[in-house]
């Protein structure tokens, strides 16, 4: 009698060890850049999973908690997180990602996948262009919370939206407008996307719009990259690491306009 899997079975374990397979690649980007990992998540899950675009940004959020938290841990043993801004981010954070998850669940395919390439090819101008250098913040005047919170506001509208953490807005921001150092901006963004990553899902969860058994393989898979990743992040030469990373972003922003114009199906 064969005791081999059916073709279902196999061809589910085969959708998970390529979820895992993402996982720690998101995380090793996620705590080397201090960002939740999703802009590669999103895009591996509609290429190697076949998902459509909604329910891989919905998906892609629910995988980022474990990856940021793993980061973090990292970055706090290396006392690389500002605990006080990170707070005044989260309170616009979470009610950003409320936002978020509920245009989510309006907008058409075509606008996500546009909106989602284009937020890769920005990010990708960030981190070729941009070479601040910050040492060290003021003391928190009540102007400045109130700028971090907004900040934290726009990133959680993109978190719930495109299925990121928000690093992408937060790390830059810190580090043009508050003067914080690079690598304390990254733990401090991990430490945002922890609280906007939970809200996120829960919004996600509840319509419908997250695929949590394949967030879980994502995701822990991460966490394994993902400490080791934030721990490396304060040793490497960071010049290096954003020209690598801008052009992977570069790339699979590419991909997805030209599958996104050879699809009539996602025009509409």
């Not at 196999?10 to 720690?24: E, P, S, W």
């Not at 284009?118 to 005047?141: F, H, K």
């Amino acid at each position: 009698m064969s005791t081999a899997p059916a073709p279902a079975g196999r061809a589910a374990v085969k959708g998970l060890a390529k979820a895992a397979a993402v996982g720690l690649a998101a995380g090793f980007l996620s705590g080397l850049f201090g960002v939740g990992g999703g802009i590669l998540i999103v895009p591996a899950l509609v290429f190697a999973l076949g998902f459509e675009q909604r329910l891989a940004h919905g998906t892609s959020l629910a995988a980022v908690l474990p990856i940021a938290s793993s980061g973090l841990v990292a970055y706090a043993i290396e006392d690389k997180v500002d605990w006080p801004v990170a707070v005044a981010l989260s309170v616009g954070a979470v009610v950003g990602a409320i936002v978020g998850t509920r245009v989510l669940h309006v907008l058409p395919q075509r606008v996500l996948t546009l909106g989602f390439a284009l937020l890769l090819v920005a990010t990708a101008a960030r981190l070729l262009l941009d070479r601040s250098s910050a040492d060290g913040r003021a003391d928190l005047a009540v102007g400045s919370v109130l700028g971090l919170v907004v900040i934290g506001l726009a990133s959680g509208v993109l978190a719930g939206l495109l299925g990121v953490g928000g690093g992408i807005i937060m790390v830059p921001a810190m580090v043009v407008l508050f003067g914080i150092p690079s690598t304390v901006a990254r733990g401090t963004s991990l430490a945002v996307i922890v609280p906007t990553s939970v809200m996120g899902t829960v919004r996600n969860r509840r319509n419908r719009n997250a695929d949590l058994p394949v967030a879980a393989a994502v995701g822990l898979a991460g966490v394994v990259s993902g400490f080791p990743a934030g721990l490396l992040a304060t040793r490497l030469d960071e010049d290096v690491a954003d020209i690598t990373f801008a052009v992977l972003l570069l790339v699979v922003a590419v991909k997805l306009m030209v599958d996104l114009a050879r699809d009539p199906a996602s025009r509409g």
